[in-house]
């Protein structure tokens, strides 16, 4: 018998890079939604900050700055996940790069 060595080329993985943190691009992104209730009731949600941070602090500025209800729930998929009452996203936007929580880059606003 004949001995054949075979090499295959591997396969060029474009997200190789993403699994890296520090790789220039690769950002953690804040997600602003709106979800529609009942009505003209909505509900804006707030994902994806870093998990060192206080939750019931910043729920707590952005309640008194604007004046509504929330609460943070606990999702398995997402995390924490703050909500609050009414459409909250552009004062939520602003209250998060004014107070340094983060850039104004990192934030994406859902919804209509």
Known sequence: M???????????????DAEDATAPG?????????QQRNGKKSLTTVQGLKKDLSYEKI????????????NVVQDKDLGKVIQLQGDQ??????????A???????????GF
């Open 2 to 16: 004949v001995e054949v060595e075979l090499q295959i080329p591997a396969a060029f993985d474009p997200f190789k």
């Open 26 to 34: 690769t950002k953690e992104y804040v997600h602003i939604r709106i």
């Open 59 to 70: 729920l707590k500025a952005v309640k008194k700055d604007f004046c509504c209800n929330g």
């Open 89 to 98: 996203r552009k004062n939520v936007a602003q209250f998060l790069v004014q």
């Open 100 to 110: 340094g929580v983060v850039k104004k880059e990192q934030i994406k606003i859902h």
